[in-house]
Structure formats: structure tokens, C-alpha cells
């Protein structure tokens, strides 16, 4: 039985969402294909998700000097190892994220620099960094109003670069991305652009 991390980054309804709608039809699929797994869903926007701020850094210091925290360090900083450990664990990853003003909303990097912790989910080398995060299947799903992946707008796309980046950075780098874009261009072509999207994710989901 494997256990997959679903992580929702939209603060709209599912109904509202087409990142959130995609994401669902998905799991909708696999559980009828794996219907032994579990499904865990963190809503990013419900969640509570540490920001690096002054408590966090603090806490870091006070840890590399065995100083006693203070109780809001101590509580940030146990939500962090909390997280992350949520994030390792996890057999299997979705992400189901929207394309905002040429990037992710502020809760997935929020997230992301939550669970990309030295020692954790990387470490340093006299080589580099290197990723600790153990090879997993890894699904992105991001749904995007305009058309980002090529022509005169593919200079501006700074999510799935990053993504890929930053997931690869602790370790991950084989993962399924399904991108929906231009839903906003055309509303004449939405629904078959969401349809395409869907049935990709239908046939992922046989063998994720």
C-alpha cells in the first residue's frame, strides 16, 4: 500500500479551480486503479505553512548553539520538521498549482523552501549540493490562462523551470508534468484544451 501526498495550491473552491478540477479527476482515476493506496491532501492555503522570517532564522541559530527557543520559534520550527518529514515520507507526489504573473502562487514556494532543508532534503559536497530525497513518481499539474511553453512568451515562464529546478536539487529528478495552457485565450477551446489534459492524467494514473 503506498501512501501519496497530494499538495493543492489554489486558495479557490475545486469548483473554482481548473488546477484543483484536474487534480481530482485524477485521483479519481487512480484510486480506481490502486484502490489499496491512500490519498493525503495538504491545501496549502489551509494549511499552516511556515514563512522564512526572523523566528525561523532565529530558531536555526539558537539550534546550531544549543540556545533555548522561544515558544513561537519552537512552534515554527517543529511545523517545518513536521512538513518535511510529511513531504519524505510520502511514496508518491502531486502537485496541482496554477500559473500566476509568470509564476507559482506565494504558498508553493512558501512550501517548497518549508521541506528544502540541508541535512534533510539535501546536503553539501566539496562537489556541490546533492539531493537526499530518494527517486519517487512525482506528478505536476498546472493549469496556465496563456501559452508559456513556446512562442513569444516561452522567455517569461519562471514556474516549471523552477520546479523542475528546485525538485531536482533535493533529489527528484524524474517527474510527469501535465500542463494546461492557454484555458484563457480562446473560450471556444478551453474545454477541449481541458480535456486533452484530462485524459493524459487518465492514462498516468494506470501505472503511477
Keep these: ?55 525561523v532564522f532565529s530558531a536555526w541559530g539558537k539550534f546550531a548553539a544549543h540556545e533555548e527557543l522561544t515558544e513561537t520559534e519552537m512552534i515554527k520550527a517543529l511545523r517545518m520538521d513536521e ?22 502562487p506565494p504558498m508553493l514556494k512558501a512550501y517548497i523552501d518549508t521541506i528544502c532543508i540541508a541535512g534533510k532534503t539535501f546536503h553539501y559536497t566539496e562537489n556541490g549540493p546533492v539531493g537526499l530525497v530518494p527517486e519517487k513518481p512525482l506528478l505536476l499539474i498546472e493549469a496556465r490562462g496563456g501559452i508559456y511553453s513556446e512562442g513569444p512568451a516561452a522567455e517569461m515562464e519562471n514556474s516549471y523551470r523552477y520546479f523542475k529546478t528546485i525538485m531536482g536539487f533535493m533529489g527528484l529528478k524524474n517527474f510527469t508534468p501535465v500542463i494546461a495552457e492557454g484555458l484563457d485565450i480562446d473560450p471556444n477551446q478551453t474545454e477541449s484544451i481541458l480535456v486533452e489534459a484530462r485524459q493524459k492524467l487518465t492514462n498516468i494514473a494506470v501505472d503511477f
Design 1 to 55: 500500500m503506498a501512501n501519496v501526498l497530494y499538495i493543492k495550491v489554489n486558495p479557490k473552491s475545486d469548483e473554482q479551480s481548473r488546477s484543483s478540477m484536474l487534480a481530482n479527476h485524477f485521483i479519481e482515476e487512480y484510486k480506481r486503479h490502486h484502490p489499496e493506496d491512500t490519498v493525503e491532501k495538504l491545501d496549502l492555503y489551509k494549511a499552516d505553512i511556515p514563512f522564512l522570517d526572523v523566528d
Design 83 to 104: 512538513l518535511t518529514s510529511q513531504f519524505l515520507e510520502a511514496d508518491k507526489l502531486i502537485f496541482a498549482t496554477p500559473f500566476w504573473n509568470l509564476s507559482y
